[in-house]
C-alpha cells in the first residue's frame, strides 16, 4: 500500500457553505497517486459538497486543497479542470438533444493524454453498441457509463465520481466495478463517494469516514476485517 506523503490531492480544514448554512467543518484527507479513496457517510453528511468544493463550483469555501503541487483554493472551477480534475456528479448530465458518441465528444480535452474512443469504446463495449442511441434512451447503467466515459477523453488524471451505483442493479455495479478496477491499472487517481460500502471495498485502497462535514476516521482496504466494529458502528453496515 502507498504511504500518504506526496498525494496528488491535499485537502486541509476545508470548510464550505451554502448560503447561511455552513456544511463543511474542516475537512481534511489525502489521495495518493494511483488509488482509489472513497468518502463513506451517510446522506447529508457533506460528501457531494466535498467534491464540489474541490471542484469550485462551491464559491464559499476556505482552507486548503492543493492539487499536484499547486494551492487552488482560490481558483475558479474551469482553471481547476484544466489542472486534470474531472467530477461526474451523482446526476450524470447526459445531454438529452445528443447521442451517445456525441455526448462523448462533447467535453473538451483539458490537457494532453486523454483516451481516444477506441480505448473508450473497448472499455465500454455497451456504448460502442449504443453510439447512435440518444443518451438519455438508455438505461441507467449505461448512462452511468457514459457519463463517466466522456471524461476519459478530457486528459483529467483525477476522476471524483459522486454515487456511481447509486439505483444501479447488482449485475451493473459489478461491472462498473470492473471499469473502475481498469481505469486504476491505467493510470488513473480515483475519488469515490459512496453510500454502499460492500461495493466501495471492491474497488478502493483507503476510505474515509465522514461525518458532520468533517473525517471521523480512516480505513486501509486490507485492515477491514480487524475494524468491522467501528466500521458498522459509522455506518450500520
Same mark, same amino acid.
Given at each position: 500500500?502507498?504511504?500518504?506523503?506526496?498525494?496528488?490531492?491535499?485537502?486541509?480544514?476545508?470548510?464550505?457553505?451554502?448560503?447561511? #448554512?455552513?456544511?463543511?467543518?474542516?475537512?481534511?484527507?489525502?489521495?495518493?497517486?494511483?488509488?482509489?479513496?472513497?468518502?463513506?457517510?451517510? @446522506?447529508?453528511?457533506?460528501?457531494?459538497?466535498?467534491?464540489?468544493?474541490?471542484?469550485?463550483?462551491?464559491?464559499?469555501?476556505?482552507?486548503?486543497?492543493?492539487?499536484?503541487?499547486?494551492?487552488?483554493?482560490?481558483?475558479?472551477?474551469?482553471?481547476?479542470?484544466?489542472?486534470?480534475?474531472?467530477?461526474?456528479?451523482?446526476?450524470?448530465?447526459?445531454?438529452? #438533444?445528443? @447521442?451517445?458518441?456525441?455526448?462523448?465528444?462533447?467535453?473538451?480535452?483539458?490537457?494532453?493524454?486523454?483516451?481516444?474512443?477506441?480505448?473508450?469504446?473497448?472499455?465500454?463495449?455497451?456504448?460502442?453498441?449504443? #453510439?447512435?442511441?440518444?443518451?438519455?434512451?438508455?438505461?441507467?447503467?449505461?448512462?452511468?457509463?457514459?457519463?463517466?466515459?466522456?471524461?476519459?477523453?478530457?486528459?483529467?488524471?483525477?476522476?471524483?465520481?459522486?454515487?456511481?451505483?447509486?439505483?444501479?442493479?447488482?449485475?451493473?455495479?459489478?461491472?462498473?466495478?470492473?471499469?473502475?478496477?481498469?481505469?486504476?491499472?491505467?493510470?488513473?487517481?480515483?475519488?469515490?463517494?459512496?453510500?454502499?460500502?460492500?461495493?466501495?471495498?471492491?474497488?478502493?485502497?483507503?476510505?474515509?469516514?465522514?461525518?458532520?462535514?468533517?473525517?471521523?476516521?480512516?480505513?486501509?482496504?486490507?485492515?477491514?476485517?480487524?475494524?468491522?466494529?467501528?466500521?458498522?458502528?459509522?455506518?450500520?453496515?
Amino acid at each position: 500500500m502507498p504511504e500518504l506523503h506526496q498525494p496528488l490531492l491535499a485537502v486541509n480544514d476545508l470548510h464550505a457553505w451554502y448560503g447561511e #448554512s455552513h456544511i463543511l467543518h474542516g475537512m481534511t484527507f489525502m489521495v495518493p497517486k494511483g488509488e482509489v479513496v472513497t468518502l463513506l457517510g451517510r @446522506n447529508g453528511v457533506g460528501k457531494t459538497t466535498t467534491m464540489r468544493a474541490i471542484m469550485g463550483i462551491v464559491h464559499a469555501r476556505t482552507g486548503s486543497v492543493v492539487y499536484d503541487g499547486r494551492e487552488t483554493i482560490t481558483w475558479p472551477s474551469d482553471r481547476i479542470a484544466r489542472l486534470g480534475l474531472a467530477y461526474v456528479p451523482e446526476e450524470r448530465g447526459i445531454f438529452s #438533444s445528443l @447521442n451517445v458518441r456525441e455526448n462523448l465528444l462533447l467535453p473538451p480535452a483539458v490537457k494532453p493524454g486523454g483516451l481516444g474512443l477506441d480505448e473508450i469504446y473497448s472499455l465500454f463495449p455497451a456504448l460502442q453498441e449504443r #453510439s447512435a442511441s440518444q443518451g438519455t434512451k438508455l438505461s441507467g447503467g449505461e448512462q452511468q457509463m457514459l457519463a463517466i466515459a466522456r471524461i476519459l477523453r478530457t486528459g483529467a488524471d483525477l476522476l471524483l465520481l459522486d454515487e456511481p451505483t447509486e439505483g444501479l442493479a447488482p449485475v451493473i455495479v459489478q461491472q462498473i466495478g470492473r471499469i473502475l478496477r481498469s481505469l486504476k491499472e491505467k493510470g488513473f487517481t480515483i475519488l469515490l463517494v459512496e453510500q454502499n460500502f460492500h461495493f466501495a471495498a471492491t474497488v478502493a485502497d483507503r476510505h474515509y469516514i465522514v461525518e458532520h462535514g468533517q473525517v471521523m476516521d480512516m480505513f486501509e482496504n486490507d485492515r477491514i476485517a480487524t475494524n468491522k466494529a467501528k466500521l458498522e458502528s459509522y455506518l450500520g453496515v
